[in-house]
């Protein structure tokens, strides 16, 4: 699989819901957190569907099943959460 390098820059080894924020652990060490009312998937989902998340593509994506939504980190980094 192809990555841009700046994808690589931002990889998630742990993803979890809590208190209506969707939070990541980095590889490097950061944490990074985002209200669930920024995505109109994640906002209108449940607490279980909001908490089954998937990390995909070597790290550098957010995959809800039940939700159908995807997310890459490097967008997430970017402030842009879908719609």
């Not at 990889?11 to 969707?22: N, P």
């Not at 490097?28 to 109109?40: T, Y």
């Not at 998340?53 to 879908?82: A, Q």
Request: proline share 2%; net charge positive.
């Amino acid at each position: 699989m192809k990555y841009m390098v700046a994808e690589l820059l931002f990889t998630v080894k742990k993803a979890w819901y809590e208190s209506g924020m969707i939070c990541l652990s980095l590889t490097d060490g950061k944490e990074v957190r985002f209200p669930v009312e920024l995505n109109r998937k994640l906002k209108n989902a449940t607490d279980k569907q909001r908490n089954n998340i998937e990390i995909i593509c070597g790290g550098t994506g957010l995959h809800w099943p039940e939700l159908d939504e995807d997310l890459s980190v490097t967008r997430i980094m970017e402030r842009r959460y879908g719609y």
